[in-house]
């Protein structure tokens, strides 16, 4: 079955960075895209990255193009958020997803538990 296990969150001051991991078991992980969402409290989870199979397309959410960066490492199972230049409304939890058909593409529906950020001064 699916697994995901996201790390890499905490506490950190606006204008800081995170860098989360999301490392998965249970299927073929280089043929699948992967993707990042997020979800605060009292809104919609939303996406917020995603990459190709084998990192060659990546998409993001205009909230936060030119301030994260996604990749992923097939041999590690494992796909990074770098954040950069965070700010107070990227506060959320965040969680990783398989995708379809590809990136961009819709969320499988198979969930981690998620790693909270949370940015305050």
């Known amino acids: 079955q699916l697994q995901f296990v996201e790390s890499g969150g905490g506490l950190v001051q606006p204008g800081g960075s995170l860098r989360l991991s999301c490392t998965a078991s249970?299927?073929?992980?280089?043929?699948?895209?992967i993707g990042w969402f997020r979800q605060a409290p009292g809104k919609e989870r939303e996406g917020v990255s995603c990459?190709?199979?084998?990192?060659?397309?990546?998409n993001y959410a205009d909230s936060v193009k030119g301030r994260f960066t996604i990749s992923r490492d097939n041999a590690k199972n494992t796909v990074y958020l770098q954040m950069n230049s965070l700010k107070p409304e990227d506060t959320a939890n965040y969680y990783c997803?398989?995708?379809?058909?590809?990136?961009?593409?819709?969320?499988?529906?198979?969930w981690g538990q998620g790693t909270q950020v949370t940015v305050s001064s």
């Open positions: 990459i190709s199979n084998r990192g060659l397309r990546t």
């Open positions: 249970g299927f073929t992980f280089d043929g699948v895209a």
């Open positions: 997803a398989t995708l379809r058909p590809g990136c961009p593409g819709g969320p499988t529906g198979s």
